[in-house]
DNA sequence: GTCAATTCACATGAAAGAGACCACGGTCTAGTG
DNA sequence: CTAGACCGTGGTCTCTTTCATGTGAATTGACGA
């Protein structure tokens, strides 16, 4: 009977078919051949990058949006565009895209311009050379021969966050340095408020032109999904109704498309395992879940130690009590922690840095108040799903051998 | 009761140190002809 | 003679510490009605 069972169970494996036919056209990695609800933006960026065929240097160009609203993509598309046809004419036109969030590869000035001269099939070291001198290797692969380039720097407001604004400042004024080549700089930010934060002279000289990448509406991500849907899944795949789900989700997230096809994409993968031939409405809410907790699990098993004691010591007083925690509560507990597991403690002005980074990173709600007279404070709960809270709790005790 | 001063418990900033990693050039050492 | 091993120096990067300054409302206490 249970030899039965089982055989069936197999026989049905082998017949079942995958709701998929070729995932990779869900990743954001994938660049469609035609971006739908982004053609007045286009069609900026292609004015704005012509000049490029003619061997003039373009404007520098700064471009903003949230997260998932296309920036990448359209920019990207774009510049591949132009890059065609330049060379299709032997046009000296070369483009460099670098995403500046990328750790250990573009995040302080060193990095880039270390990875951009790399670009230029110059071999630059991790580490050990001034940044000056890396700075005229660049220049000198630049001014090798006539060319026009065009930096394309994503997510260039970490970079900035992280390293200052004196590079913006020397990219800019590269043109002064150069005969041959020529440079323009494309930026890309999730940030509105970035530019307003930087120094005037950069901001007037980087953003020459600016473009502003409205959220998509949840009728423009269905389009999207659809556009996609018919490359993706199989046909009929797709129970009625999912799309439009998917296409909510995302829209209460400032509209955010990347995730709208993250949705789509994890939802079909969970329908495989169940079984189901059909994507079904709770396959998106498995999604949801298991897309957020898996980011959190992945972030509580990456980030070092004493990231993992801090947040092992808000577990602890969790449990204790529901009431807000507040910074000294927590460091108290967390030096006790560092005595039982043999951790040098830190000083508290570090710990609020790591509370202040775990509330970026979502693992927890901290709100900086005033309590009056009983002073200032981070008021602090944990922002982790119940679901997950297990498997962080379990990942955090054998990582600390608890 | 009203209002400004005080006060608390941290937040937030800036600067500097420690230690890891790396390149480069000079010196030493062992193997080779 | 030469290739490779082994320093010392000087550079970046990350994580921390140290020192200094900032902050917002409950509390306090003087003042006037």
Excluded: W
């Amino acid at each position: 009977m249970v030899a039965n069972n089982l055989d069936s169970y197999f026989e049905s494996f082998i017949n079942r078919k995958s709701v998929f036919i070729d995932k990779h056209y869900l990743q954001s990695s994938y660049t469609p051949d035609t971006i739908l609800h982004r053609d007045e933006q286009i069609k900026a960026i292609a004015n704005i990058l012509a000049p490029l065929l003619k061997l003039e240097r373009p404007s520098n160009l700064f471009v903003y949006g949230k997260t998932g609203t296309g920036k990448t993509v359209t920019v990207r598309y774009t510049t591949a565009q132009v890059h065609n046809v330049a060379e299709k004419h032997s046009r000296p036109v070369k483009i460099c895209y670098l995403n500046c969030k990328l750790k250990k590869i573009a995040d302080t000035e060193y990095r880039l311009i270390a990875e951009l001269s790399r670009m230029f099939g110059k071999a630059i070291p991790p580490t050990g050379l001034p940044t000056d001198e890396v700075y005229n290797i660049f220049f000198k692969a630049l001014n090798s021969k006539e060319q026009v380039v065009v930096l394309v720097l994503d997510e260039i407001d970490q970079l900035i966050k992280k390293a200052g604004d004196e590079i913006l400042y020397n990219l800019t004024r590269i043109n002064e340095h150069l005969e041959k080549a020529q440079v323009a700089i494309i930026g890309i930010s999730n940030d509105l408020m970035f530019v307003d934060n930087i120094d005037p002279r950069i901001k007037s000289s980087l953003s020459e032109e600016e473009l502003v990448f409205p959220p998509y509406n949840a009728i423009q991500i269905q389009e999207i999904l659809n556009s996609r849907k018919e490359k993706a899944f199989r046909k009929g795949a797709i129970a009625p109704g999912v799309i439009e789900k998917c296409a909510a989700y995302a829209a209460r997230e400032h509209g955010d498309a990347r995730r709208a096809l993250d949705l789509l994409r994890v939802a079909g993968e969970i329908a495989d395992r169940l079984g189901s031939n059909r994507v079904n409405i709770e396959h998106i809410d498995e999604a949801e879940k298991k897309i957020e907790g898996d980011r959190i699990i992945e972030i509580v098993a990456s980030y070092p130690k004493q990231f993992q004691v801090v947040l092992y010591s808000i577990f602890l007083l969790k449990k204790s009590h529901q009431d807000p925690l507040y910074t000294g509560e927590i460091y108290e507990v967390y030096k006790q922690l560092c005595k039982k597991l043999a951790v040098s403690p830190l000083t508290q002005r570090r710990i609020s840095d790591i509370l202040a980074e775990l509330d970026m990173l979502g693992l927890i709600n901290a709100k900086v108040i005033s309590k009056g007279r009983y002073g200032r404070t981070r008021e602090i709960s944990l922002s982790i799903p119940v679901n997950t809270l297990p498997k962080v709790k379990e990942i955090l005790e054998s990582s600390l051998h608890i």
